[in-house]
């Protein structure tokens, strides 16, 4: 065997090895592909590409929120942080995080408590941030933990505003405008009830 044909033999044996690996990739959902590429399992479609999930498993629309401001020190302080909780139950468990939060005396508060025990007057002493993402929480063949996130907003929280009006009023506005996106993303028969826990919102 000549040199010509030795380096013919490696490089075809490389060339062979590394299109195995590529296909195994693709097959387990590791690599992103047209969606006219794959053929086995659910797909699902991101901004980035299209996603092989296999088999699905389970699936549960989602919602996180997270309070936070910051100090003199320029030290970010979570004041309510929530993740993964069920969008269509969040205002029972944003209320009561919000009391425990009050309570425990984190910095950046305004607190003026009616005789009652009310937060609805309670404010930040500081400028504060509310991020509020939307999303459905996968577990499925190739993708054992995926979240397909649909939405993500940022918003400044103005010192002086009235924390829990202001945090409902927008988990409210980006759950309600993700309702349609949820559903439609959800793969597993008999999961279109608006109980249970897409495409991108502008």
Do not use: C, W
Not at 74 to 95: F, K, Q, R
Not at 118 to 126: F, G, R
């Amino acid at each position: 065997m000549n040199k010509t044909t030795g380096y013919t033999i490696v490089g075809s044996a490389i060339i062979l090895g590394l299109s195995l690996i590529y296909a195994a990739m693709v097959e387990q959902g590791l690599v992103l592909q047209p969606a006219g590429s794959l053929q086995k399992g659910q797909v699902i479609t991101t901004p980035s590409g299209h996603v092989n999930l296999g088999v699905v498993y389970s699936e549960n629309k989602m919602v996180d929120v997270v309070l936070s401001i910051k100090t003199k020190s320029g030290d970010v302080v979570d004041l309510l942080s929530l993740t993964g909780i069920n969008p269509y139950d969040y205002e029972s468990l944003i209320i009561s995080s919000l009391k425990e939060s009050i309570a425990s005396d984190k910095p950046g508060y305004k607190v003026l408590y009616d005789m009652n025990g009310s937060i609805d007057n309670v404010t930040l002493a500081t400028d504060g941030t509310l991020i509020v993402r939307t999303y459905i929480k996968y577990a499925s063949e190739y993708q054992p933990d995926y979240n397909f996130y649909i939405a993500t907003r940022k918003y400044n929280v103005p010192a002086g505003e009235y924390v829990k009006e202001f945090t409902l009023k927008k988990v409210n506005r980006l759950v309600t405008n993700s309702k349609k996106y949820y559903n439609k993303n959800l793969l597993l028969d008999g999961d279109y009830d608006y109980k249970k826990s897409g495409e991108t919102i502008n």
